[in-house]
DNA sequence: TGACAAAACGACCGGTCGTGCTATTTTGGC
DNA sequence: GCCAAAATAGCACGACCGGTCGTTTTGTCA
């Protein structure tokens, strides 16, 4: 049965996401959230044991949301070739659809030298995003439409390459031909993929 | 004259930018700059106006560091691919040297969605790193040692890609082969613009 | 050596941080 | 419609935030 609390919960959590996207994860502040979802500070903590537990269970939201967004859909989609580039199209939609930009990015870049449970669960939802990727080139490999020489790892590297040249691309440099060039350049490894 | 305000400055600057890369531009705190480096919060104030300003100035350092030792030293070397592959060369190498990897890419995901003079002043930065790259591709073009079907840009936008994958896989994820991934991903778009 | 400016200091400002503890309100099952 | 349980608010705490102040130390040059 879904609580009341239940509810307050994943409103907080949606919120709290969002906001980390744009101030990071350290940046975002328990009084700030607070006043965003018309709360007081004391009944936020009634949710959260600590802001590193508030920290974690966004990481854990947002592992939720992309695996609902971006991978489950494809899974029951085409297989090969055609999922790997509906992932790419899937993924880059997950960056436009929210402020602040892909909030594992945004994380990422931000954990990568501050050691902590935080940053375990982080690397961790990487590691499983990475692993997907290379499991959906593998089957496309198997399918006959990737060659057999490709190693799948290093695809899924460079696709990540380009993602996060993209993200740079669209939220920083402000560039509008950002997602263009993510194109040409995805087109291009998959070409030389085959 | 080099007075010895200019040195401790120096020297704060630097700290300063070590710090930023782990911490970021928004969570280095003065008080804690102060402790690093042996001052008084009001000894650093008399060298910096504001946070802001001290972090315009760090984002200043980091150009000019990077200007010094990745990008001029290849102006004396070779022309052309050499020199792309050379750029490619330093621009790892100054990721590695540094603890917390480059300070531009933590500040650039930190930024991105923070409108203000570091944003731009971070912006105007990569911005023109982008072109310098693109403008050593031209030259290869030039030279006859890329088509000249390539965009530079593209070339750009790919290669700055291929090192934000790098610095991920090896800052986050502790991949041990994340330069050789790079480095054959970097290879193959190479080889491709031939 | 004495004068004067540059540099650094410690104390302190109002404000916000994360986090307790306790009281009050709201909710849902009987 | 009662009552326990769940949810939220109120309030206070010590620590630290960015920043200012007047003062003291240090370095430079006549």
Same mark, same amino acid.
């Given at each position: 049965?879904?609580?009341? !609390?239940?509810?307050?919960?994943?409103?907080? +959590? $949606?919120? @709290?996401?969002a906001?980390?996207a744009v101030?990071? +994860?350290?940046?975002?502040?328990?009084?700030?959230?607070?006043?965003?979802? !018309?709360?007081?500070?004391? !009944?936020?903590? @009634?949710?959260?044991?600590?802001?590193?537990?508030?920290? +974690?269970?966004?990481?854990?939201?947002?592992?939720?949301?992309?695996?609902? $967004?971006?991978?489950?859909?494809?899974?029951?989609?085409?297989?090969?070739?055609? *999922?790997? *580039?509906?992932?790419?199209? *899937? /993924?880059l939609?997950w960056e436009r659809g929210r402020v602040g930009g892909c909030p594992f990015v945004e994380a990422?870049y931000?954990? $990568?030298?501050? &050691?902590? &449970?935080?940053?375990?669960?982080? @690397?961790? @939802?990487?590691?499983? /995003?990475?692993? !997907?990727?290379?499991?959906?080139?593998?089957?496309?490999?198997?399918?006959?439409? %990737?060659?057999?020489? +490709?190693?799948?790892?290093? %695809?899924?590297?460079?696709?990540?390459?380009?993602f996060l040249?993209y993200h740079l691309?669209h939220r920083l440099?402000?560039?509008?031909?950002?997602? $263009?060039?993510?194109?040409?350049?995805?087109?291009?490894?998959?070409?030389?993929?085959?």
């Open positions: 049965m879904v609580t009341k !609390g239940d509810e307050t919960r994943e409103r907080i +959590l $949606d919120r @709290a996401m906001l980390a101030v990071g +994860l350290e940046g975002l502040s328990i009084g700030e959230l607070a006043r965003e979802t !018309g709360m007081s500070k004391s !009944g936020l903590f @009634a949710h959260f044991a600590s802001k590193e537990d508030l920290q +974690l269970k966004i990481i854990e939201t947002a592992r939720e949301r992309f695996a609902r $967004d971006v991978f489950e859909p494809t899974l029951r989609a085409t297989r090969g070739e055609g *999922r790997v *580039r509906a992932l790419f199209e *899937r /993924w939609a990422s931000e954990l $990568d030298d501050r &050691p902590g &449970p935080v940053r375990d669960a982080l @690397a961790a @939802a990487q590691g499983e /995003w990475v692993d !997907g990727l290379a499991r959906a080139v593998q089957i496309a490999i198997d399918e006959g439409h %990737f060659s057999s020489d +490709l190693d799948p790892r290093q %695809f899924a590297y460079e696709m990540y390459g380009i040249a691309y440099l402000d560039a509008e031909d950002a997602a $263009d060039r993510a194109r040409v350049a995805f087109d291009r490894l998959v070409s030389a993929s085959r």
